[in-house]
């Protein structure tokens, strides 16, 4: 009898497939998948897989309270999908409700072309450590790109298969100052997209990264300040802006943490000054191209 229970209890708690629906034929690939709502439901974890259980296309993705969820890189075509939704609560075990399946569409042409989208192409000043990526496109299975210092040359990167993925980290940083051609050819069972746009952006010049400040007021060491004091310290020249950190040790950032605080650090004079609700006192190095302050 108790067993019986267990198992209603179950079932009534997990929920029903509303998109495509459990037993569904010829579903997109690129699919958004959508159930029931369960109340009182902390979060949903999601796998998708083409066995029962399985996480070969989607390993337990946690997405919050929302009751859908669209795979990023689509679903393999004419296949059977199995989706298994995890209930996830902070307060009892996790429910890990039983799969539910649909089958896709057969794709049986070559995917279209992609489009960069960070960087976008003609961006400009781009930090030399970005990553590429690019727009998913329906029926891709994989994406072969092409990195070079001019149109057609592939110098960084030639015809390198990333596999089904929308992002590439490049082994080593792009050139300062350079304009970076790159072309992604989506590809599938059927073949690859034909006469792809090779795209462009430009990275940034060597920054040229500011020296350390000195507060001038309160002094470094000085005791018994008030509890509202005026922070004064040293212009630096070449500092785009100052980051402000406030804390009761060296260590700590508990009372500002390298922020404005709503007010304007911009250097605008040879002397800049704000007014904390609190201080203690060290200054650290620069992280950016702005002079960095802790206090």
Same mark, same amino acid.
């Given at each position: ?10 079932s009534?708690?997990? %929920? ?5 629906l459990?037993g *569904?034929?010829?579903?997109?690939? $690129? ?8 109340t ?7 796998s998708?897989?083409?066995?029962p259980?399985?996480?070969e296309?989607i390993?337990?993705q ?8 669209? /795979? ?5 075509? @004419?296949?059977?999908i #199995? !989706?298994?939704?995890?209930? =996830?609560? &902070? ?8 799969s539910?399946s &649909?089958?896709t569409e057969?794709i049986?042409? +070559?995917?279209n ?5 960070s960087?976008?192409?003609?961006d400009i $000043?781009?930090?030399?450590a ?5 727009d998913?496109?329906?029926g891709?299975?994989? #994406? ?7 149109a057609?040359?592939? $110098?960084?990167?030639n015809?390198?298969?990333?596999? @089904?993925?929308?992002?590439?980290n /490049?082994?080593?940083?792009? /050139?300062?100052d350079?304009?970076i051609?790159?072309?992604i050819v989506? #590809?599938?069972?059927?073949g690859m997209?034909g006469?792809?746009?090779e *795209?462009? &952006? ?9 020296s350390?400040?000195? !507060?001038?007021?309160?002094?470094d060491? *000085? !005791?018994?300040?008030?509890?509202? %004091?005026?922070?004064?310290?040293? +212009?630096?020249t070449?500092?785009?802006?100052y980051?402000l #950190?406030?804390?009761?040790?060296? =260590?700590?950032? $508990?009372v500002?943490n390298g922020?404005?605080?709503g007010?304007? &650090?911009v ?5 800049? !000054?704000?007014s %904390? ?7 650290? *190095?620069?992280e950016?191209?702005?002079a960095?302050l802790?206090?």
């Amino acid at each position: 009898m108790l067993f019986i229970c267990n198992s209603l209890t179950f079932s009534q708690e997990c %929920p029903d497939l509303l998109a495509p629906l459990d037993g *569904e034929t010829s579903v997109a690939v $690129d699919a958004s998948i959508s159930w029931e709502p369960v109340t009182g439901v902390t979060g949903y974890i999601i796998s998708l897989g083409t066995t029962p259980g399985g996480v070969e296309v989607i390993n337990q993705q946690t997405i919050g309270t929302v009751t859908s969820y669209t /795979p990023p890189v689509g679903m393999p075509d @004419n296949t059977i999908i #199995y !989706i298994t939704i995890t209930l =996830f609560f &902070f307060d009892q075990p996790d429910i890990v409700c039983s799969s539910q399946s &649909f089958m896709t569409e057969d794709i049986t042409i +070559a995917p279209n072309c992609t489009l960069l989208n960070s960087p976008l192409n003609g961006d400009i $000043d781009i930090n030399v450590a970005t990553n590429i990526m690019w727009d998913y496109v329906t029926g891709a299975t994989g #994406y072969i790109i092409t990195i070079g210092t001019a149109a057609g040359l592939g $110098d960084i990167v030639n015809n390198l298969d990333v596999g @089904n993925t929308l992002i590439y980290n /490049p082994v080593v940083d792009f /050139p300062f100052d350079t304009q970076i051609f790159v072309e992604i050819v989506p #590809y599938n069972e059927n073949g690859m997209a034909g006469s792809c746009v090779e *795209e462009n &952006f430009t990275t940034g010049p060597l920054a040229v990264l500011p020296s350390c400040t000195t !507060i001038i007021s309160p002094t470094d060491g *000085e !005791i018994n300040v008030g509890l509202s %004091p005026l922070i004064e310290w040293q +212009a630096v020249t070449g500092a785009a802006g100052y980051r402000l #950190y406030i804390g009761s040790s060296p =260590f700590d950032n $508990d009372v500002l943490n390298g922020d404005t605080n709503g007010l304007n &650090f911009v250097l605008k004079e040879s002397l800049l !000054i704000v007014s %904390p609700t609190n201080l203690s006192a060290t200054i650290r *190095e620069g992280e950016t191209t702005n002079a960095t302050l802790s206090v």
